[in-house]
C-alpha cells in the first residue's frame, strides 16, 4: 500500500499561487496514476486534477488554465501548481494513487487518504 503526504497548503491572497507537493512511499510511485482532490466546507470530495505515470494530465474546468498537475517519479513526489487563485477554491487538498483511470474517477474506492493541506483563499 502507498502511503501519501501532502503539503503546500497555508493562506493566500486572491490572485496568489501555491504549489501542493504530494510525497508517496511505499509501493513503486511511478506505476501509479496520481489525482488531486479537494473537499470545500460541506462539500463533497471532487477531482481536480489527475496525471498518468507516462505524464499525460486531465483537468476538472474550472480549473483548466489555472492549475497544472506534474510528477517527479524519481522523487516519489507529484506536484499541483495553482495560479490565479479565488476564494471558492478555499478546501482541503488531498493526492491519491491508483492502477487504474476509473479508480481515480470514482474517487471512493481508496483504502486509506493521507491527512491533506489546508488551501485557505482570503484578502
Known amino acids: 500500500q502507498v502511503q501519501l503526504v501532502e503539503s503546500g497548503g497555508g493562506l493566500v491572497q486572491p490572485g496568489g499561487s501555491l504549489r501542493l507537493s504530494c510525497v508517496a512511499s511505499?509501493?513503486?510511485?511511478?506505476?501509479?496514476?496520481m489525482g488531486w482532490y479537494r473537499q470545500a466546507p460541506g462539500k463533497q470530495r471532487e477531482l481536480v486534477a489527475s496525471?498518468?505515470?507516462?505524464?499525460?494530465?486531465n483537468y476538472a474546468d474550472s480549473v483548466k488554465g489555472r492549475f497544472t498537475i506534474s510528477r517527479d517519479n524519481a522523487k516519489n513526489t507529484g506536484y499541483l501548481q495553482m495560479n490565479n487563485l479565488k476564494p471558492e477554491r478555499t478546501a482541503v487538498y488531498y493526492c491519491?494513487?491508483?492502477?487504474?483511470?476509473?479508480?481515480?474517477?470514482?474517487?471512493?474506492?481508496?483504502?486509506?487518504w493521507g491527512q491533506g493541506t489546508q488551501v485557505t483563499v482570503s484578502s
Open positions: 511505499g509501493r513503486i510511485f511511478s506505476s501509479y496514476i
Open positions: 491519491n494513487v491508483a492502477l487504474t483511470i476509473a479508480t481515480i474517477l470514482k474517487g471512493s474506492d481508496f483504502g486509506s
Open positions: 496525471i498518468t505515470s507516462g505524464g499525460s494530465t
